[in-house]
């Protein structure tokens, strides 16, 4: 009876460029900045632990085209530490190392089989009785099913297909490579090895089709543990499909429902969430939060009137609770009870109200401001997602009075 291992990974994004975390003060930047190494050192590490037979990484091992000849080398010696205990790796490139991105090349240690993009290729492990189909992506944005010509299932085989796609759509992925289930079960494979959607997802058991996630989440729209799979076959048969933790820092959104709480006890709610987060850290990874405040209460204007100095509040609480605990952002979203409200006279109030449902005031604060928002992105760069900024670059700009509606109502109920 044969039996042997493989793990399958996907979107290591290797020396991925960081965008605006050195405006977060206090966020470990090069532990982060260097985080898809260590991630990818741990799938070397865990491959050579486990002993698995083989490695396949499913598209987006780089992230685009090399800054340096670092990223090319760094790999080249990760793949011959696999190679020097006798473990084969098939790489597919994806949309991020597309054939027509990469542009520099070192070679590869000889256990690297790299798929070719003009069409489906098989690469074969007799001792296994193992075959391994693929095509790599030639450009950043494929549209075509490339499944369909993909070749049927060898007889006598195990047949692995690599696949960087969305399927027939994911939310947050870009639609490349689309193609449905029923088309990757037409191929006949036992088991679809997936890249480019970045959350772990069993898609289907018959066959196993599986996306793996990426190994290391890079901004906070990319929470939760991250790490590979290792699956298991026994006389061809797949006995488990067993889920690895790689991720080195961990992204984490912690909403706090402030309703019915004080303005001076938020800090305090705060604390007490923070601490509770850090206890169930069971992973004992670094976590990186985005803290958002949610619910209704009288002081909410308040809070978002002294955002800046909340932020810097709740970052203080973070390291005293641990030195690995990290606050990414800070985004108020209360609200006020409209039944609460604090009257400030019938002509005032009615015009705060009123603000975030004026087409003229919102069309007026559009012109007004189109050319500060040009001078913001050109020095400041992108803005981050919860920025007024981005609100503003969306066109939200109803939202963006409201949220600024809000804090002048406190500020003006707190001034007489």
Same mark, same amino acid.
């Given at each position: 009876?044969?039996?042997?291992?493989?793990?399958?990974?996907?979107?290591?994004?290797?020396?991925?460029?960081?965008?605006?975390?050195?405006?977060?003060?206090?966020?470990?930047?090069?532990?982060?900045?260097? %985080?898809?190494?260590?991630?990818?050192?741990?799938?070397?590490?865990?491959?050579?632990?486990?002993?698995?037979?083989?490695?396949?990484?499913?598209?987006?091992?780089?992230?685009?085209?090399?800054?340096?000849?670092?990223?090319?080398?760094?790999?080249?010696?990760?793949?011959?530490r696999? @190679?020097?205990?006798?473990?084969?790796?098939?790489?597919?490139?994806?949309?991020? #190392?597309a054939?027509?991105?990469?542009?520099?090349?070192?070679?590869?240690?000889?256990?690297?089989?790299?798929?070719? %993009?003009?069409?489906p290729?098989?690469?074969?492990?007799?001792?296994?009785?193992?075959?391994?189909?693929?095509q790599?992506?030639?450009?950043?944005?494929v549209? @075509?099913?490339?499944?369909? %010509?993909?070749?049927?299932?060898?007889e006598?085989?195990?047949?692995?297909?690599?696949?960087?796609?969305?399927?027939?759509?994911?939310?947050?992925?870009?639609?490349?490579?689309?193609?449905?289930? @029923?088309?990757?079960?037409?191929?006949?494979?036992?088991?679809?090895?997936?890249g480019?959607?970045?959350?772990f997802?069993?898609?289907?058991?018959?066959?196993?089709?599986?996306?793996?996630?990426?190994?290391?989440?890079?901004?906070?729209?990319?929470?939760?543990?991250?790490?590979?799979?290792?699956?298991?076959?026994?006389?061809?048969?797949?006995?488990?499909?067993?889920?690895?933790?790689l991720?080195?820092?961990?992204?984490?959104?912690?909403?706090? #429902?402030?309703?019915?709480?004080?303005?001076?006890?938020?800090?305090?709610?705060?604390?007490?969430?923070?601490?509770?987060?850090?206890?169930?850290?069971?992973?004992?990874?670094?976590?990186v939060?985005?803290?958002?405040?949610?619910?209704?209460?009288?002081? %909410?204007?308040?809070?978002?009137?002294?955002?800046?100095?909340?932020?810097?509040?709740?970052?203080?609480?973070?390291?005293?609770?641990?030195?690995?605990?990290?606050?990414?952002?800070?985004?108020?979203?209360?609200?006020?009870?409209?039944?609460?409200?604090?009257?400030?006279?019938?002509?005032?109030?009615?015009?705060?109200?009123?603000?975030?449902?004026?087409?003229?005031?919102v069309?007026?604060?559009?012109?007004?401001?189109?050319?500060?928002m040009?001078?913001?992105?050109?020095?400041?760069?992108?803005?981050?997602?919860?920025?007024?900024?981005?609100?503003?670059?969306?066109?939200?700009?109803?939202?963006?009075?409201?949220?600024?509606?809000?804090?002048?109502?406190?500020?003006?109920?707190?001034?007489?």
């Amino acid at each position: 009876m044969t039996s042997f291992r493989f793990l399958h990974a996907a979107d290591i994004h290797l020396d991925s460029p960081l965008h605006g975390l050195s405006r977060y003060e206090g966020l470990p930047v090069e532990d982060i900045r260097s %985080a898809t190494r260590a991630a990818f050192d741990n799938l070397v590490h865990c491959a050579i632990e486990e002993a698995v037979d083989f490695v396949i990484l499913a598209g987006d091992l780089f992230d685009g085209d090399w800054r340096d000849m670092g990223t090319g080398l760094y790999f080249a010696r990760a793949m011959g530490r696999l @190679d020097q205990v006798g473990i084969p790796a098939f790489v597919l490139a994806g949309n991020h #190392d597309a054939a027509s991105v990469i542009s520099r090349t070192v070679p590869w240690p000889p256990n690297v089989r790299l798929f070719g %993009a003009r069409r489906p290729e098989t690469h074969r492990l007799p001792d296994l009785a193992v075959a391994v189909h693929g095509q790599s992506f030639s450009t950043p944005a494929v549209t @075509d099913n490339l499944v369909l %010509a993909y070749p049927p299932a060898e007889e006598h085989h195990f047949n692995i297909g690599m696949l960087h796609t969305a399927l027939a759509g994911r939310q947050g992925h870009a639609d490349y490579a689309p193609c449905s289930v @029923d088309d990757l079960r037409s191929r006949g494979y036992s088991y679809w090895a997936l890249g480019h959607v970045h959350e772990f997802e069993i898609v289907s058991t018959d066959p196993y089709v599986v996306f793996s996630g990426n190994v290391q989440g890079r901004t906070i729209r990319e929470t939760g543990p991250k790490g590979a799979v290792i699956v298991t076959v026994v006389d061809s048969e797949i006995t488990s499909v067993e889920r690895v933790e790689l991720d080195v820092i961990r992204w984490v959104r912690l909403d706090v #429902d402030c309703t019915g709480t004080a303005d001076d006890a938020v800090t305090d709610l705060i604390r007490v969430e923070l601490g509770r987060l850090h206890g169930a850290n069971g992973s004992g990874r670094p976590l990186v939060v985005r803290v958002t405040l949610l619910g209704e209460m009288l002081e %909410a204007g308040l809070l978002h009137d002294r955002a800046i100095t909340l932020r810097d509040d709740i970052r203080a609480i973070a390291a005293s609770i641990s030195a690995e605990l990290y606050i990414e952002k800070v985004k108020v979203m209360m609200t006020e009870p409209a039944r609460e409200r604090v009257a400030l006279g019938e002509d005032l109030g009615a015009l705060i109200d009123d603000a975030s449902t004026d087409p003229g005031l919102v069309a007026a604060l559009a012109s007004d401001l189109e050319r500060f928002m040009l001078a913001a992105s050109t020095t400041l760069g992108d803005a981050e997602e919860g920025e007024l900024r981005l609100s503003a670059s969306q066109g939200d700009w109803a939202g963006v009075l409201l949220t600024a509606s809000t804090a002048l109502r406190s500020r003006l109920t707190r001034e007489g």
